[in-house]
């Protein structure tokens, strides 16, 4: 197949690309959209066979279902039942943003989409470009992020290339992600709400205006074998180089200081960029500052995949603490690791 490239950076002066984008979406066709947090590969929500496919092109098992996105919270009442006030108070903050709702499913939403689940995970996305689509599109987008199945996330159109090229009718290049890691899952069908996945709003903000949220266990650690998490997806070895990683989780400074002196010639390293040169015969690639978690979410896919084109057998990571971004970043770091952690103290 013959994947088109529209270039969309922005949504004046480009209605007739983004009309063409959301014409092959409306007809049962796949296009990857960029938005704030990662590249999306998007399809008609409503639409089982364009569904079936999106499992297709990315390797997908089909149990982990898809989020739909869509461009103001009053479509919620055409999808879910039951919305419980606090997901109106959270759209009102946080949307469009990073933030993603599981709500309960009307019966319009395929059962394909939802992973056969009776809830359905819902987002707005602030990426301009990806809200012109989906309004044009006039149906809810289902779109995980556009990697292949178990790759780190896509944040530029050339990892959604490198994944996706023939395999689905477009991809749209929006520019690199503003974010750079996926939204932040909040479950509002339990009591208290539980956090499944963090992400690029932080869980400080959501609790600011809901109060308790409970973080469910597969968040930092590794289910139990045969153990079913809240959110499918989180079950599954994710964003991993081809090389085994581990994480060093520690004060700055003592964490530096042990991949030093664990290191080897076939080394990579991810670290902060204070700590860079510490690694001279090592392939290094720079997370930003100790002190900078939102460049460090930015950078943290493109560092994890940009080993794959090395020699690099084994990767050291440095892992920030888990304020604000850094329980997403730090999440991703050891997913990548399949949960192989050192603790330095
Ligand atoms: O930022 C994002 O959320 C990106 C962009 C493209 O919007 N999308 C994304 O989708 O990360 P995906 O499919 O890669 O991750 C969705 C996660 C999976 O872990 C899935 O298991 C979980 O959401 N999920 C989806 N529906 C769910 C539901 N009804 N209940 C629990 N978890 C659900
Ligand atoms: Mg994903």
């Known amino acids: 197949m013959r994947t088109k490239l529209f270039i969309i950076h922005q949504v004046e002066g480009f209605q007739e690309e983004i009309d063409q984008a959301a014409h092959i979406i409306r007809e049962g066709g796949l296009v990857a959209i960029p938005t704030e947090t990662v590249y999306g590969l998007g399809a008609d929500a409503l639409n089982e066979d364009a569904v079936r496919r999106i499992y297709e092109a990315k390797g997908r098992p089909s149990n982990n279902p898809l989020i739909i996105h869509v461009p103001s919270a009053d479509w919620l009442e055409d999808y879910c039942r039951d919305v419980p006030e606090v997901a109106y108070r959270l759209a009102e903050q946080f949307w469009p943003g990073p933030l993603t709702m599981i709500l309960q499913a009307k019966d319009v939403v395929p ?46 159109a050339q990892h959604v290339i490198e994944d996706m090229a023939g395999k689905i009718e477009g991809i749209v290049d929006g520019g690199d992600c503003a974010v750079g890691v996926e939204s932040t899952i909040i479950d509002l069908t339990c009591e ?29 650690s590794e289910p139990a074998p045969g153990e079913v998490p809240r959110a499918p997806g989180m079950a599954y070895r ?6 085994p990683v581990t994480v060093v989780v520690g004060e700055p400074e003592r964490s530096a ?22 690694y001279p015969e090592q392939v290094v690639q720079s997370l930003g500052s100790v002190e900078d978690k939102a460049e460090q979410a930015r950078r943290v896919f493109d560092a994890l995949r940009a080993f794959d ?37």
């Open 111 to 156: 059962k394909r989409t939802t992973g056969g689940l009776d809830t359905v995970a819902v987002r707005c996305p602030s990426h301009p470009v990806a809200l012109a689509i989906i309004r044009a599109a006039g149906v809810p987008v289902a779109a995980p992020s556009a990697n292949t199945s178990g790759r780190p996330s896509c944040t530029t």
């Open 192 to 220: 208290p709400p539980q956090l499944l996945r963090p992400g690029g709003m932080p869980l400080e903000d959501i609790q600011a205006v809901i109060g308790t949220v409970r973080i469910n266990g597969a968040v930092t």
């Open 257 to 278: 200081r042990f991949i030093q002196a664990n290191v080897g010639r076939y080394s990579g390293v991810i670290c902060f960029d204070e700590f860079a040169e510490r």
């Open 309 to 345: 084109s090395t020699q690099v057998q084994e990767i050291y990571a440095q892992c920030p603490d888990s304020d604000g971004l850094g329980l997403a970043v730090g999440n991703r770091l050891k997913k990548a690791a399949g949960f192989h952690v050192v603790e330095v103290r």
């Open 238 to 243: 994710h964003y991993a180089p081809k090389a």
